[in-house]
């Protein structure tokens, strides 16, 4: 099994580009969730699902767009890039939504960069 | 707002010493998990332990969890080089029936070889 596979591992974007970061998994689970990582901030979570066609905001939706149309991918698209999106962005899977169970399974993060 | 914090940010130590890490949280939980991050790199997990729990082992790190203080602590005993890591603490919680988990910012760990 891969695990959880994110793509592009590095970008560069201009201000007011739009792009889309990939994620897939390939273990059958039900939850996935995108985090961006800022220097002293911690992770902070931008969305989550707890299955296809399920999404929800987390703590910093703002700017981004999320869609799960397959088990297995989750995309998180920049609509507009500004400077304050740059950060590392990690996607995480876990076969259950957190109440029994909810190990997460990471990617090995997405760099972004917004001039 | 994150829900958990960790104590302290930064934490050195000569190999061989054991290694204390702290996390409060705010609200109510059912799982409260630890997980690692070598630079560069995704995060690793370590341990869940369940909120009717209250200590749990895994080769050489111990968790222990007071639901009564909403606190929890992630014992690294006889360090080595190799632990020299972040440490963050995740807690879940209830938003219309789905869970989030959020990450505290995070315990950085040196160990001295």
């Known amino acids: 099994n891969a695990g959880v596979t994110q793509t592009p591992k590095f970008q560069v974007l201009k201000t007011g580009q739009s792009m889309t970061l990939q994620c897939a998994q390939d273990?059958?689970?039900?939850?996935m969730s995108w985090y961006r990582q800022d220097p002293g901030m911690g992770l902070r979570l931008i969305h989550y699902s707890v299955g296809a066609g399920i999404t929800d905001q987390g703590e910093v939706p703002n700017g981004y767009n999320v869609s799960r149309s397959t088990t297995e991918d989750f995309p998180l698209r920049l609509l507009s890039a500004a400077p304050s999106q740059t950060s590392v962005y990690f996607c995480?899977?876990?076969?259950?939504?957190?109440?029994?169970?909810?190990?997460?399974?990471f990617g090995e993060g997405s760099r972004l960069t917004v001039l | 707002s994150q829900q958990g914090e960790e104590d302290p940010q930064a934490l050195s130590i000569q190999e061989g010493e054991n290694a204390t890490m702290n996390c409060s949280y705010k609200t109510s939980i059912n799982n409260l998990q630890w997980y690692r991050q070598n630079s560069g790199r995704g995060l690793v997990h370590l341990i869940l332990i369940r909120s009717n729990e209250r200590e749990k082992h895994s080769g050489r790190l111990r968790v222990t969890l007071d639901t009564s203080k909403k606190s929890s602590s992630l014992l690294i005993t006889a360090s080595r080089a190799a632990d020299t890591a972040s440490y963050f603490c995740?807690?879940?919680?209830?938003?219309?029936?789905?869970?989030?988990?959020?990450f505290g910012i995070g315990t950085k760990l040196q160990v001295i070889p």
């Open positions: 995480a899977s876990s076969y259950s939504s957190g109440g029994h169970g909810g190990e997460l399974f």
């Open positions: 995740a807690t879940d919680g209830q938003s219309g029936g789905y869970q989030k988990v959020t």
């Open positions: 273990m059958n689970h039900e939850y």
